[in-house]
T-cell receptor
Framework: GPKVLQIPSHQIIDMGQMVTLNCDPVSNHLYFYWYKQILGQQMEFLVN????????KSKLFKDQFSVERPDGSYFTLKIQPTALEDSAVYFC????????????FGPGTRLTVL | GEQVEQLPSILRVQEGSSASINCSYE??????FPWYKQEPGENPKLIIDIRSNMERKQIQELIVLLDKKAKRFSLHITDTQPGDSAMYFCAASSGANTGKLTFGHGTILRVHP
């Protein structure tokens, strides 16, 4: 089936540093999402993105977070500066259409902030 | 915003029996309800979904039911196998049709031989 790729699979950084998580969405998909999952809990929506713009963000999407997809390359989530509570698995997802459409999730990036 | 409740949190069944997971939502405008299966250390995988113009959908041993009036939906796995053991999440789409999914807290399903 459709595959979403994420790089890196694991990232360990010191609190206060910047981190960029990379997502390669399904090739013909136009809508992109980031979700955060703390161990043993459910995925929580962070942000969605279309046509170069953030369409909606949750209260978890702090001011230190930003997303972009320059020139059709990776869809990225940047956290600057990181905090201890940012430690989680971050899943990227993409969908072909807006609204009620299948979202395919990548394998996730496990972020550990020390 | 949307909230999704999911029960039970843990479900243990014997191989060959049925398993049922129930979810409820609050936003009557939600129109898309996917179910994801997640194995330890893996990404969530879409296994079945239902849209608000349907009441029932079946894919092989998976059945989903949607009661819009009661704002409830459920997943039923018939003839469970050990390979069905995993975490299952229900989700509801944003009523604003933005693609935002709100997930339930998950159900750990254990199928015993």
């Amino acid at each position: 089936g459709p595959k979403v790729l994420q790089i890196p699979s694991h990232q360990i950084i010191d609190m206060g540093q910047m981190v960029t998580l990379n997502c390669d969405p399904v090739s013909n998909h136009l809508y992109f999402y980031w979700y955060k999952q703390i161990l043993g809990q459910q995925m929580e929506f962070l942000v969605n993105f279309y046509n170069g713009k953030v369409m909606e963000k949750s209260k978890l999407f702090k001011d230190q977070f930003s997303v972009e997809r320059p020139d059709g390359s990776y869809f990225t989530l940047k956290i600057q500066p990181t905090a201890l509570e940012d430690s989680a698995v971050y899943f990227c997802a993409s969908s072909l259409a807006w609204g009620a459409d299948e979202q395919y999730f990548g394998p996730g990036t496990r972020l550990t902030v020390l | 915003g949307e909230q999704v409740e999911q029960l039970p949190s843990i479900l243990r069944v014997q191989e060959g029996s049925s398993a049922s997971i129930n979810c409820s939502y609050e936003d009557s405008a939600s129109n898309y309800f996917p179910w994801y299966k997640q194995e330890p250390g893996e990404n969530p995988k879409l296994i079945i979904d239902i849209r608000s113009n349907m009441e029932r959908k079946q894919i092989q041993e998976l059945i989903v039911l949607l009661d819009k009036k009661a704002k409830r939906f459920s997943l039923h796995i018939t003839d469970t196998q050990p390979g069905d053991s995993a975490m299952y999440f229900c989700a509801a789409s944003s009523g604003a049709n933005t693609g935002k999914l709100t997930f339930g807290h998950g159900t750990i399903l254990r199928v015993h031989p």
